[in-house]
Structure formats: structure tokens, C-alpha cells
């Protein structure tokens, strides 16, 4: 009886071996290995192997994804060369809708999304590639989508309807990025050639506000659109506000800040922080946010104010849940960087280590393994996921921290 159970023990540990091979995979995978050798990607920064883990498989067969974005629907929303893809939370293709060389994605809290992309536009009898903003409502209810109105550059500016149209300028306007605030306000950024402040119209480099019925209410005043500072905004590459899917029993943030990439290679900190000022007297304007100029080294060894920490920051996105974490996509450097909103670099230490700084948690590097991206341009966070555009790979690569996995 004895040797019998010893025969069916043996089994049975053969095969829980076969199985946590089959269900966990083999550490003789490339892939896993390098899932296992994550901790020593620098093991002076990451001493207690806290950093993301990828959720494989990676959702793949994207041409050039530039966008993703989590609605307050729950969908996912890819913007790549076909134009809007929305997918379930499994990665499930639901639809895709044709836009015109489409660039961003956001919804509001009425789940109206907005897209931002190209039109061509007859003026004064010829054909313009002019920017634009698409606002599309009903995109996952399995109806028609519908296309409540079209954003476009220079029309959509209230500081233009006095100046003419000024053709090839004009044409070369780009809107980089969208955000959206609590009472649904849709914030634009734009960047172009045109950046005379002591023109009558807004400079091109800046930031439009539009509210929900898609009337300009205002822009970033007090922003510098020509030279490097704490409130400038030097080609603006993306933006990102505190209003952020889900919807959070405890209340949305209703701040009216926001943050800003600039691509421009003159912008010594390519990633700023702008806070709005309301002042009785002298009324809204946009100013810098000096707090994070203040680098507390004992806490942190990195910061997200450091100069020249970027090269090309293509997008960003703050995490609305108690992490309050900021992420960063270089697509230049092909990484992917975190912060705490105070401007320090890495993840908070779990309550019973010894460690007293933030743990680096920032990784990347050109290629295609699970660790790696190419040219990532776009970035969301949801239910402690985050989810990355990673263009050159065609893919939506997907990470969780190893301090979330249960």
C-alpha cells in the first residue's frame, strides 16, 4: 500500500510539474526569460524586484498604432492607419471607423469620443489638408455611429474670425492631442508655424478650449509659445488632464490642469505640469507648476523635472486612482517612464521595506521582446493596467506592476 502511494505521489508531482509548465510556461522560453530577468535590468535601481510585468499576449495586427485609450464605456480605443479600432477588455476587434489620418483619442463623461485627424476643405477655391477634431457619439452601442461635428483648424479658433486664411501656414497646423475635463470641456492642442504674440489671433502653439456643444470658450493664456521655460509650449506633442475613465464612486477630479509634452529639441523640460490661476481680478491664465522645480534627492533619485529627461515625449497620461501616478512614452528613447505627481521618479517602496526612495520602475529599450518597444507614441492607464502604443511593433503592449498581480 505504501509503494502504491509512493507510485501515485510521484505522478501526480510529475505532473503538477507538466502543468505549471504548460499553464505558466517554460523557463526555456525566450519570452519568459526575459519576463524572469526583468528584476536585473538594473538591480541597483530595483532592489526589490518591484517594476511592470507584461499580461501577454500582447494584442497585435495594428498598422502603426499611435493612440489607446480606456473610454468611460469600458472600450478600447486604438488609433492606428485605419483609423479608430475599438476593441473589448479582451482585445476583441468590435469596429473600426475610417478617419482621416488620425492621430489621439478621448472620450468625455456623455461617452462622446473625440478624434483628432485631417479633412480637406475648400477655401477660396482651392483644396486644403486642414487639422480637425472628429466628435463622434453611439461608437461601441452596436448602432450607427453618429458624426455630431467636425473641429477644424483655422475655423475653430474664435481669435480668427477676423484674420484671413493663410493658406500653407495653415495647412501646416497640427492638432497633437486631447484631453477632457469633469463637466465635459474638451481640451486641443495644437502646434504650427505661427507664433506671433503680438498678433491679434492665438498662437499656434497653445491650447484651445471647447465646450460641449464644440464652441471655442477660450485657450492657455499666458503660456509661452516661442521659448524654453516652465509654462511654454514648444510644438506640443500631447496632453493629458486629471478627468480620467472610470468613473470613481468617491467623486472625478474636477482640476482644470493639465500636462504637456513638447517635441521641440530647444524645451529644456519637455514634460510640464500647467496650473490654472483664477484670479478676481485679473481673470483665468495659465502659469508653471514651481512645486516640482523642488527635487527632494533623499526621496527620490530621478525626476520628472530633470532637464533634459526626454527626448522626444510623444505621450503622457496621470493615473485618476489613489496612485495618482504619472506615465510617460518616449518615442525616441523607446521607454516608458512613471512618476508620482510630485515629480518623482519610480513606484512607492511596499510599507515594510527598509527602502526610504522611490523604486525606478521606468524600462524600455528598442526591440521586440516583452520589455522593449518601438517607437511607442501613445499611453493610458485603467484599473492598474497600463497600456502602451507600440507603433513600430504594431501592437498594444499591456504591463501591470508586480506589487498589483494577486
Known amino acids: 500500500m505504501r509503494k502504491l502511494t509512493l507510485i501515485l505521489f510521484t505522478a501526480l508531482l510529475a505532473f503538477g510539474i507538466e502543468s505549471c509548465s504548460f499553464l505558466f510556461g517554460s523557463k526555456k522560453d525566450a519570452t519568459v526569460d526575459d519576463i524572469f530577468k ?14 511592470y510585468v507584461p499580461i501577454l499576449p500582447f494584442w497585435s495586427g495594428f498598422s502603426n498604432p499611435v493612440d ?37 483619442v478621448v472620450q468625455d463623461r456623455r461617452l462622446h469620443t473625440y478624434v483628432t ?7 477660396n477655391g482651392q483644396t486644403y489638408n486642414l487639422a480637425a477634431v472628429y466628435h463622434l457619439s453611439n461608437t461601441a452601442s452596436g448602432g450607427t455611429v453618429v458624426f455630431e461635428d467636425t473641429l477644424i483648424q483655422p475655423f475653430a479658433d474664435a481669435s480668427r474670425n477676423n484674420t484671413s486664411f493663410r493658406e500653407a501656414d495653415d495647412e501646416q497646423v497640427e492638432f497633437t492631442g486631447l484631453a477632457t475635463l469633469a463637466d465635459n470641456t474638451l481640451y486641443v492642442s495644437r502646434k504650427g508655424p505661427r507664433n506671433d504674440l ?8 497653445t491650447v484651445l478650449f471647447f465646450n460641449e456643444k464644440g464652441e471655442n470658450t477660450g485657450y492657455a493664456n499666458g503660456l509661452n509659445p516661442v521659448s524654453s521655460s516652465l509654462k511654454s509650449t514648444l510644438d506640443i506633442s500631447a496632453i493629458a488632464g486629471f478627468a480620467s475613465p472610470p468613473q470613481s464612486l468617491n467623486g472625478i477630479s474636477n482640476s482644470a490642469d ?20 483664477v484670479d478676481p481680478d485679473v481673470g483665468t491664465e495659465y502659469i508653471e507648476n514651481a ?16 532637464p533634459n529627461r526626454f527626448i522626444n515625449p510623444a505621450d503622457v497620461y496621470i493615473a485618476p486612482d489613489f496612485s495618482g501616478y504619472i506615465f510617460v512614452v518616449d518615442s525616441q528613447l523607446d521607454s516608458l517612464y512613471q512618476f508620482t505627481r510630485k515629480g518623482y521618479e519610480g513606484v512607492n517602496p511596499p510599507p515594510t521595506s527598509q527602502i526610504s526612495k522611490q523604486i525606478i520602475a521606468s524600462f524600455g529599450g528598442y526591440g521586440s521582446g516583452p520589455f522593449n518597444f518601438k517607437e511607442p507614441s501613445g499611453i493610458c492607464y485603467n484599473r492598474k493596467i497600463v497600456y502602451v502604443a507600440d507603433k513600430g511593433n504594431g501592437r498594444i503592449a499591456r504591463f501591470k506592476l508586480s506589487t498589483d498581480l494577486e
Open 117 to 123: 485627424g485631417r479633412v480637406d476643405k475648400i477655401v
Open 68 to 104: 489607446v485609450y480606456i473610454g468611460y464605456d469600458e472600450m478600447v480605443y486604438v488609433v492606428d492607419d485605419n483609423g479608430l479600432n475599438i476593441l473589448d477588455q479582451s482585445g476583441q476587434l468590435f469596429n473600426t471607423i475610417p478617419i482621416p489620418g488620425a492621430t489621439d
Open 258 to 277: 493639465f500636462l504637456i509634452c513638447q517635441s521641440k529639441a530647444e524645451a529644456q523640460y519637455k514634460v510640464l505640469w500647467i496650473k490654472q490661476l
Open 198 to 205: 503680438a498678433s491679434i489671433a492665438r498662437p499656434d502653439n
Open 38 to 51: 526583468q528584476g536585473a535590468i538594473d538591480p541597483n535601481l530595483n532592489p526589490d524586484n518591484i517594476g
Open 291 to 306: 512645486e516640482l522645480v523642488q527635487q527632494d534627492t533623499a526621496k527620490a533619485s530621478r525626476f520628472l523635472y530633470e
